[in-house]
């Protein structure tokens, strides 16, 4: 399938915020009235609320559907047993949550991989990607999390990234025939020092030079805030290669008006331009147990779109 034959369902064409990625999703009706309505898809976490709701994972997601979220997210899923997958996947569509990110793949911390050029490097991890595309299709995912390792440290960067750009073509060939995005996530310096993929303009550099609707870009704002800053100027900048967002507020990586980013006016943003897609709660809970996950749903409703 060539890469401009996959068009990719909810994108808004070729207007500012196609945001890459937005896919339509076929939600059933919720059993229940939901305590709150958010205009944008928050996707909360395991864990996030097991003080309200416990520690099983399906009273979790029951738990988010009662308080209004429509999505959810987890970095794990893929190393979830199936049938915890299937369970997971069953309650999501009984309760009209729609599935966001999971990590795709082994990621490289501390060591050169996908940057490097390695041949093996570069089979493991597309042996890994056509793994996820059956959690994905198992979970009724549309976007996995892909982090291109640690820098090479004995290359230019201009190598590095014709290497990772390789890797990456060779990765949408697996994923356009399912319509499965693989979403890069840039990270900033100060949490994860020496990766390769730091910065926002990079990653959209990186994206044109894939060439497909299954490479875009997951911009953490939380991330994004500490590298560069300058964020709705960058979203904008970004804008047609975004499928994905995640928020964690800085200093503290906590919820939303915890720290020094307006969400409000960034949410704004996003959805006036037409994002449709999947905020993923990326962060802590800013105090602990039950008063600390209800300060959370709070801090949603505060800055949700009025």
């Given at each position: ?297 709070d801090a949603y409703k505060k800055v949700d779109i009025r």
């Amino acid at each position: 399938m060539k890469r401009r034959d996959f068009i990719q369902k909810g994108t808004l064409g070729g207007s500012f915020l196609a945001f890459g990625g937005a896919q339509a999703f076929s939600l059933k009706a919720k059993e229940d009235q939901p305590q709150n309505s958010f205009k944008l898809k928050y996707a909360p976490h395991i864990g996030m609320f097991k003080g309200l709701a416990g520690e099983d994972p399906i009273d979790q997601l029951d738990f988010m559907a009662d308080q209004g979220f429509t999505a959810f997210e987890d970095n794990e899923m893929r190393n979830k047993p199936v049938k915890l997958q299937e369970k997971m996947a069953a309650t999501m569509a009984r309760r009209g949550i729609e599935m966001g990110v999971f990590v795709a793949h082994k990621i490289y911390w501390t060591e050169p991989n996908l940057t490097s050029g390695d041949k093996t490097k570069r089979k493991e991890f597309l042996s890994e990607i056509k793994a996820s595309v059956e959690v994905a299709k198992r979970v009724n995912a549309k976007w996995m999390t892909v982090v291109p390792g640690y820098v090479d440290q004995r290359q230019n960067l201009a190598y590095q990234t014709a290497h990772v750009v390789e890797s990456l073509k060779q990765a949408v060939d697996i994923l356009e025939p399912h319509g499965i995005t693989m979403v890069l996530e840039p990270l900033n310096f100060y949490n994860h020092p020496g990766l390769f993929l730091k910065e926002s303009p990079q990653a959209f550099e990186v994206c044109k030079a894939v060439d497909s609707p299954s490479c875009k870009i997951l911009f953490d704002i939380y991330h994004q805030q500490i590298q560069e800053g300058n964020l709705i100027p960058n979203i904008e900048k970004c804008g047609d290669e975004i499928a994905y967002f995640q928020v964690g507020d800085n200093p503290g990586r906590n919820e939303p008006t915890t720290g020094e980013i307006n969400f409000a006016n960034v949410f704004k943003f996003i959805y006036e331009k037409g994002y449709t897609g999947i905020v993923g709660m990326e962060h802590g809970n800013s105090k602990p147990g039950k008063a600390g996950e209800q300060a959370v749903i709070d801090a949603y409703k505060k800055v949700d779109i009025r």
